[in-house]
């Protein structure tokens, strides 16, 4: 149980272009979802959470013109990076908050590796 | 002062020895730990969960809580090749909230 899905796995795109990912709960509903972004050997920088039919709430510099946060449903959140640029390649990884085996904490998706050229 | 201190490493050990890893905290109110598990170019897997202070064990998993230490630890016993990977600690005031990170602890098991 508890099992987080991310799309696409990896994207690369040419700079000036949006790029949108995926992330969903398989097997529980997930009313807030968070997303992270991680520079390799680095530990995971908190984005923003992502609360289901309201707005995402955004970290101390973060753009959130440029990082679209949509949480539609209560297994499905979406990020939007807008007009890429070289420097928004990273890792960027979601993760739902969920009950499982007694374990209320973060489920974490596999990831999705963007690189902007 | 950061909120969550974690040694990053690398830790090389040969295979079937123990793994050791801990983090400091600075924050009294936490209440849930976690040790999480990340695979190169993966996502985190949580592999223990405690609440408050205490052992837990899973397998050849144990997961130690001081809280008057402010101190967590993950023993890992017989490691194996596949225990390769980084090793995040992560613990909250509230089980399933924001969640601090330690900045991961990568662990090298050589056959």
């Known amino acids: 149980g508890a099992v987080v899905s991310q799309h696409p796995s990896w994207v690369i795109c040419k700079s000036g272009t949006s790029v949108k990912i995926e992330c969903r709960s398989l097997d529980f509903q997930a009313t807030t979802m968070f997303w992270y972004r991680q520079f390799p050997k680095q530990s995971l920088m908190l984005m923003a959470t992502s609360n289901e039919g309201s707005k995402a709430t955004y970290e101390q510099g973060v753009e959130k013109d440029k990082f679209l946060i949509n949480h539609a449903s209560l297994t499905l959140s979406t990020l939007t990076v807008t007009s890429a640029h070289p420097e928004d390649s990273s890792f960027y990884i979601c993760s739902a908050r969920g009950d499982a085996g007694g374990r209320s904490t973060q489920y974490f998706g596999p990831g999705t590796r963007l690189t902007v050229l | 002062q950061k909120e969550v201190e974690q040694d990053p490493g690398p830790l090389s050990v040969p295979e079937g020895a123990i793994v050791s890893l801990n983090c400091t905290y600075s924050n009294s109110a936490f209440q849930y730990f976690m040790w999480y598990r990340q695979y190169s170019r993966k996502g985190p897997e949580l592999l223990m969960y405690?609440?408050?202070?205490g052992n837990k064990e899973d397998g050849r998993f144990t997961a130690q809580v001081d809280k008057s230490s402010k101190y967590i630890s993950l023993f890992i016993r017989d490691s194996q090749p596949s225990d390769s990977a980084t090793y995040l600690c992560?613990?909250?005031?509230?089980?399933?909230?924001?969640?601090?990170f330690g900045k991961g602890n990568q662990v090298v098991v050589i056959p």
């Open positions: 405690t609440y408050s202070s």
């Open positions: 992560a613990m909250s005031v509230y089980g399933n909230n924001r969640l601090a």
